[in-house]
């Protein structure tokens, strides 16, 4: 079964208005989660990093004010687009970096189903 | 950034062929991932191969790698027509970071 959900599974806005999206690791702790944008028939292109309770790293060209990022805890990350415009219309992605096994194993990353965002 | 690179882009078969994706990167890796995305849709995991591995095999389905030559390639046996999606491979590198490739876009025909 899935490990990793977002919610909402597709949003639309108008323009101007601020949309959150969650990603939570389910039945394991993320030590790292990160966040992901997809363009039309394109790959994932990486846009920040965040550890719980620090600030997110992000990417080169990403702006931090526009998306902003926060990891309340080891289980939940959110991406808020603010002031969304239709340019930033996209597949949003997250993944949770941790071990699914608690009695150890090598940390892997697993991705969430993804966020569409349409901005009107 | 340090995204894998996907050969070919696009790829054509009849149902029944078989099908070959390659998948070059730049940086050392703990492991290196397969996953197949169906049109608008979300991400679907399909293999994992650790860097200390040569080959794994799930079903129709067969990866190789490389570490010398920082490459990877992923064999569809038998293919079907629900197949057809884009295929991804993703490094997890040394450094923790995770980065997708370009994307293969196969399409399988009836």
């Known amino acids: 079964g899935a490990v990793v959900s977002q919610h909402p599974s597709r949003v639309i806005c108008k323009s101007g208005t601020s949309v959150k999206i969650e990603c939570r690791s389910l039945?394991?702790?993320?030590?790292?989660m990160f966040w992901y944008r997809q363009f039309p028939k394109q790959s994932l292109m990486l846009m920040a990093t965040?550890?719980?309770?620090?600030?997110?790293?992000?990417e080169q060209g990403v702006e931090k004010d526009k998306f902003l990022i926060n990891h309340a805890s080891l289980t939940l990350s959110t991406l808020t687009v603010t002031s969304a415009h239709p340019e930033d219309s996209s597949f949003y992605i997250c993944?949770?970096?941790?071990?699914?096994?608690?009695?150890?194993?090598?940390?892997?990353?697993?991705f969430g189903p993804g966020t569409r965002l349409l901005v009107l | 950034s340090q995204q894998g690179e996907e050969d070919p882009q696009a790829l054509s078969i009849q149902e029944g062929e078989n099908a070959t994706m390659n998948c070059s990167y730049k940086?050392?890796?703990?492991?290196l991932q397969w996953y197949r995305q169906n049109s608008g849709r979300g991400l679907v995991h399909l293999i994992l191969?650790?860097?200390?591995?040569r080959e794994k095999h799930s079903g129709r389905l067969r990866v190789t790698l490389d570490t010398s030559k920082k490459s990877s390639s992923l064999l569809i046996t038998a293919s079907r027509a629900a197949d057809t999606a884009s295929y991804f491979c993703?490094?997890?590198?040394?450094?923790?970071?995770?980065?997708f490739g370009t994307g293969t876009s196969l399409t399988v025909i009836p």
């Open positions: 940086t050392s890796i703990n492991n």
């Open positions: 191969i650790r860097s200390n591995e």
């Open positions: 965040s550890n719980e309770g620090s600030k997110a790293t992000y």
């Open positions: 993944s949770a970096r941790g071990q699914l096994d608690p009695r150890g194993g090598q940390e892997t990353q697993y």
């Open positions: 039945d394991f702790q993320a030590t790292t």
């Open positions: 993703a490094t997890d590198n040394t450094g923790n970071q995770f980065y």
